[in-house]
């Protein structure tokens, strides 16, 4: 499964990834707002076997699949250690 990868430059480390490339009409429209303009990162060829950084490979290929998106949010901060 191919799917294209765009960042946000309106939220930091937040990345779209699309079933469709620049298909921009599958994101909801307050969720497209929020994230401002987009640019294209990379095209990506999903397959269970494939590994990636910060998403479980399964749970992208299915919302692809759904609703067309899969939206990558920024890690949560470290909890700083007292």
């Known amino acids: 499964m191919d799917c294209f990868v765009y960042k946000s430059h309106k939220r930091a480390d937040t990345f779209v990834y699309l079933r469709e490339r620049d298909a921009f009409e599958l994101l909801p429209r307050t969720l497209a707002d929020s994230l401002g303009p987009l640019t294209f990162v990379i095209e990506l060829a999903l397959s269970p ?15 692809l699949r759904g609703p067309g998106f899969h939206l990558q949010l920024p890690p949560p901060p470290l909890e700083t250690l007292n």
């Open 49 to 63: 076997e494939r590994k990636l950084a910060r998403e479980d490979v399964d749970t992208v290929m299915a919302n």
